[in-house]
């Protein structure tokens, strides 16, 4: 038993918290000529918890199981910060299993998803140079 929790503390130490804003994460490291750097934040224009992610591009990125299930459909931030382009999904694997909803951004992404009507949706990502 203690050796159980002992376990389950150490794995939720390794995710980012909520609480430590902004965090940066970097998913299966590339160059940048292959990965794709997103802001994702908690509350509209790139305010409350935020995590700064750097990930590949091409690859979907599941919000709960790559970044922390606590930023699972709360997120209120999407910004681009390199200009890839983006599809956002509300299945947590991407459009494997028949997304229900998604959309696409460009640009700088969207510092209001609820503008886009995506707003606490998004489970999962994919991005392209």
């Known amino acids: ?5 002992f376990t389950l503390l150490s794995l939720a130490s390794a995710l980012p918290t909520i609480f ?6 970097t ?6 000529a292959d990965t794709c750097k997103i802001l994702i934040c908690s509350d509209p224009n790139s305010s409350g ?6 990930g590949p591009a ?3 990125i599941s919000i709960a199981s790559d970044i922390g299930p606590q930023y699972s459909s709360s997120a209120s931030t999407f910004v ?13 694997s991407c459009y494997q ?3 229900a909803r998604s959309i696409n951004l460009s640009g700088s ?8 009507g995506f707003d606490n949706l998004l489970q999962s990502y994919i991005c392209f140079r």
Do not use: F, H, K
Not at 27 to 32: L, V
Not at 49 to 54: E, K, L, R, S
Not at 109 to 116: A, F, I, K, R, V
């Open 1 to 5: 038993m203690a050796s159980g929790l």
């Open 27 to 32: 998913i299966r490291p590339g160059t940048s």
């Open 20 to 25: 430590d804003a902004p965090v940066s994460l």
């Open 109 to 116: 992404g969207s510092t209001n998803l609820n503008d886009e």
């Open 97 to 99: 299993n028949g997304a």
């Open 49 to 54: 918890q935020c995590v700064d992610i750097t």
């Open 80 to 92: 681009i910060e390199d200009g890839c382009i983006c599809t956002l999904t509300d299945n947590a």
């Open 58 to 60: 091409a690859d979907c």
